[in-house]
């Protein structure tokens, strides 16, 4: 099993910046993907961002240019770091962790809120 711990979140105004932290522990496999997942209101999660083990990365078209993932493998934790905020990223951002030992496991966070509002 593995536990997934955010921190980070919270109100800014547009154009604002926020930092979203995931820690992980437990049963963690050296080869994963970690990542940041969104859901607003009425709509379906999305993927926001991810990052591989070896560093290879995969954004939304709606956040690239403005969003920064980063992971350090060592502590595992992954970091989202978001600039440039618009009302539209409003939502609640769930930390993910993704490997595969003979089949696919996910594994969620309890989820952040992010409020960008003037």
């Known amino acids: 099993q593995v536990q997934l711990v955010e921190s980070g979140g919270g109100l800014v105004q547009p154009g604002g910046s926020l930092r979203l932290s995931c820690a992980a522990s437990?049963?963690?496999?050296?080869?994963?993907?970690m990542g940041w997942y969104r859901q607003a209101p009425g709509k379906q999660r999305e993927l926001v961002a991810a990052?591989?083990?070896?560093?290879?990365?995969n954004y939304a078209d709606s956040v690239k240019g403005r969003f920064a993932i980063s992971r350090d493998n060592a502590k595992n934790t992954v970091i989202l770091q978001m600039n440039s905020l618009k009302p539209e990223d409003t939502a609640v951002y769930y930390c993910?962790?993704?490997?595969?030992?003979?089949?696919?496991?996910?594994?969620w966070g309890q989820g952040t809120q992010v409020t960008v509002s003037s």
């Open positions: 993910n962790l993704m490997q595969v030992i003979g089949r696919r496991y996910d594994y």
């Open positions: 437990g049963s963690i496999f050296r080869i994963n993907v």
């Open positions: 990052i591989g083990t070896s560093d290879n990365t």
